[in-house]
């Protein structure tokens, strides 16, 4: 008999880490208990992106969105939703602005402002069933790459999209696999075509939602790029830290070679090519092209000077197609719907030349001080203003919005005045930050720019592999100046230090990473230099976040003497009686801000 | 060589086409789209007077035919208790139309009449539209 009704567990890692795997099985056997075994189908499904709220249930075709499932609600789901059919009230999803709990997906903000293409099958397949891929219509790009389109028309239509390098370069597309083309033509070597998969960004996670949601987009689109390059290898090198996203792309592999979707004659044509899966330790400057491809070849992962490029000399001095996840995913779909229907999304006219502008979606991670933690997909040249608060719904609770840091650890910050600009390949390149992978981390007005920029530079300069001098030395100044500014040991001059050891790492590094590092000082330097002089001349941190910069006083104009932080107090420093102002004890206050989180009426000052 | 890899049988162009078509049902309901739809009402007073069958007959109707493009849903009690089994049938881009006391046959003969066949069953039914509400 047919299902009536399927049950759409998330089991994205971030749901499995809050016990989506518990949930599913205990959806599955208290459906059998109620007899409904032959009615209703629980699916595991990739991420749905809204991580904060995980594990996440939704139940089809009601489309009712529950969040924070566990085991325990698990009956009553059963008992309320698929017996009666009536929502259980008690884990419908409330969203902060409103008051009435909105069961429908598409009510929701978070959901509705998004546009899925990469992520079009999120929560509606099962990732490990091919089945279900074909089912939507997977594996018809590929029909339409093999028998309607020659290798050139297929680089032409990637062309004409405007498609950009989803891995943080924007280099188009079809440019570059038009130059690996041609070379390995030109040196009769057969090219390879390789998936960047060593997503290593801190609070990034799109690329392994993407392969843990729908893998077999990124194979498909793989198999494409092979058609069109002519390649017979593929590799996808992913870290060893994304267990879950690797067994799927595993099963995935495993299927299309049982079906005759990899390997020779795929689809009866005369197409051969077959995709392997290399582990990677987990090294950030691995996501770098030539540190990529010397790791993919066993050599330690360092990279080399680029004024060979490695589409032209590449792994194993190879023509090599060097995408990330993300772009290989875009490819069905512009394969199957068009260039004209991909160019049409987005800022600028790239029909002409994809340089132009930003065509097409981009999946961003939502993290940080905000309210809708998670994976979200919008159209290039939406607002940074709808993306923290329409989606991401605002900071919580009284905090206000003070910057948002895009394109990873060697991105820029970018503060409120640029909020209503248009996100997109060149206008975040032009505020002086970049698009990167798609990292997004919210801050508000008690982060302190400064420390933020150490904590940067800090991770950057442990991800140095350490070959080149200005890098590897460079920030580990960068970094010592940044420390000694929020210990209030800042002297008159550090500035010009921190701008001259920018400028030198910028232009004299190797590598992309030491060439995009200082970023986060560069940029909080141009919008934010009222707080490094806060630090360096007064010896203050107006956010009040470095302790060494900071003292703990209570406004007895506000205390009512309630108690409350003479209570959580740690250190027991903060004296007074009830109905009288309290007062602590600064010097031995640990600056814990412990008593600042418990005062319901903002007496306590810090500064 | 030649039989080299040849346990399962290859997918062809054909192939993808069938495997489409057969699991397009659950993709409809998976995507919540659909011709129709068809709410079983499934409060206490539902359950009791054989709703539990009434779904059963209608889950088999869709199987029998495989039809691809219905979906099938469970809802609370309507507040007429005493007509139940009751259900309610949604064509797309018409009046959503209940029906009162039912059983598995004359499930069938709405499924067939009106679900697939788009003629209301006047003598089944209850009344056309919905109630009122805010």
């Not at chain 1, 999120?122 to 997977?138: H, Q, S, T």
């Not at chain 1, 503060?415 to 981390?441: A, R, W, Y």
């Not at chain 2, 359950?47 to 539990?52: E, M």
Request: hydrophobic residues 35%.
């Amino acid at each position: 008999m047919a299902f009536r009704t399927h049950v759409m567990t998330c089991a994205g890692t971030g749901c499995v880490a809050s016990g989506s795997f518990e949930v599913a099985s205990a959806l599955e056997a208290e459906v059998e208990k109620a007899g409904l075994a032959k009615e209703v189908q629980v699916v595991r499904t990739g991420c749905q992106g809204f991580c904060a709220e995980g594990p996440i249930v939704i139940v089809q075709p009601d489309g009712v969105f529950y969040h924070a499932v566990t085991p325990k609600d698990v009956p009553m789901l059963v008992k309320e939703h698929l017996l009666k059919g009536r929502p259980y009230k008690k884990l419908l999803y409330t969203p902060p602005a409103q008051k009435v709990p909105v069961p429908s997906l598409k009510d929701i903000p978070f959901f509705a402002k998004q546009q899925l293409v990469v992520l079009r099958n999120r929560g509606l397949i099962d990732p490990e069933n091919i089945d279900d891929y074909i089912a939507v219509g997977g594996y018809t790009a590929l029909v339409r790459a093999l028998t309607q389109m020659t290798p050139e028309g297929i680089i032409a239509e990637i062309k004409r999209s405007g498609l950009r390098g989803r891995g943080g370069g924007g280099f188009p597309a079809g440019v570059k696999w038009e130059t690996c083309r041609k070379a390995a033509q030109h040196r009769h070597v057969e090219p390879v075509v390789i998936c960047n998969a060593d997503e290593g960004d801190p609070g990034a996670f799109m690329d392994r939602s993407i392969i843990e949601c729908d893998p077999h987009a990124v194979v498909e689109g793989m198999i494409i790029g092979a058609r069109a390059i002519g390649a017979r290898e593929g590799f996808v090198y992913i870290r060893h830290e994304y267990p879950i996203a690797r067994e799927r792309l595993g099963k995935a592999l495993d299927q299309c070679r049982e079906r005759g979707l990899l390997g020779r004659n795929i689809l009866g044509s005369d197409l051969r090519f077959d995709i392997r899966i290399v582990q990677g330790a987990g090294a950030f400057v691995c996501g770098e092209s030539t540190a990529l491809m010397a790791s993919l070849e066993g050599r330690v992962g360092e990279p080399r000077a680029k004024y060979i490029h490695t589409v032209e000399y590449g792994y194993k001095n190879r023509p090599s197609n060097l995408n990330n996840v993300e772009t290989w995913a875009n490819v069905p779909p512009i394969v199957n719907r068009g260039a004209r229907w991909f160019a049409g999304m987005g800022t600028g006219d790239v029909s002409e030349n994809p340089w132009n502008g930003s065509s097409g979606t981009k999946i961003f991670s939502l993290v940080g001080k905000i309210n809708n933690t998670g994976l979200i997909e919008v159209p290039m040249g939406i607002t940074l203003r709808e993306i923290i608060f329409d989606i991401g719904g605002g900071m919580p609770g009284k905090r206000r919005f003070k910057a948002v840091q895009t394109g990873g650890p060697s991105g820029g910050c970018i503060p409120e005045s640029l909020l209503d600009m248009q996100v997109d390949f060149d206008q975040l390149t032009k505020v002086g930050s970049m698009m990167g992978s798609g990292g997004m981390i919210v801050m508000d007005d008690r982060t302190c720019m400064v420390d933020v920029a150490r904590y940067f530079i800090r991770f950057l300069q442990e991800e140095s592999c350490g070959k080149c001098v200005p890098c590897r030395e460079g920030l580990r100044q960068l970094g010592d100046t940044l420390d000694r500014i929020c210990k209030g040991r800042g002297v008159e001059g550090d500035i010009e230090l921190l701008e001259t050891l920018s400028d030198t790492v910028v232009n004299a590094s190797l590598c992309a990473l030491g060439g995009s590092a200082p970023n986060p000082v560069l940029s909080t330097l141009k919008y934010f230099r009222s707080e490094y002089e806060a630090h360096i001349r007064d010896h203050k941190c107006p956010a009040g976040q470095c302790k060494d910069l900071v003292t703990y006083s209570i406004d007895p104009e506000k205390c009512p003497g309630c108690m409350l932080c003479l209570k959580a107090c740690p250190e027991n420093c903060i004296t007074g009686a009830k109905k009288k102002p309290h007062v602590i004890d600064a010097s031995r206050c640990v600056k814990c801000g412990s008593c600042e989180e418990v005062c319901n009426l903002d007496a306590v000052i810090v500064a | 060589m030649k039989d080299e890899g040849q346990r399962m049988p290859k997918l062809t162009i054909e192939d993808l086409q069938a495997i489409r078509e057969k699991r397009q049902q659950v993709m409809n309901l998976r995507a919540g789209t659909a011709r129709a739809k068809v709410t079983v009402h499934m409060g206490t007073c539902g359950i009791s007077s054989g709703a539990r069958e009434i779904m059963s007959a209608l889950l088999h109707e869709i199987e029998a035919t495989s039809t691809k493009d219905v979906l099938v849903a469970t809802s609370g009690c309507a507040g007429l208790c005493s007509r139940e089994p009751m259900i309610t049938v949604e064509l797309r881009d018409a009046p959503p139309v209940k029906y009162v006391d039912l059983s598995p046959v004359r499930m069938k003969q709405i499924f067939q009449d009106h679900v697939v066949g788009g003629n209301v069953v006047t003598k089944f039914a209850l009344g056309a539209g919905s109630e009122t509400t805010g």
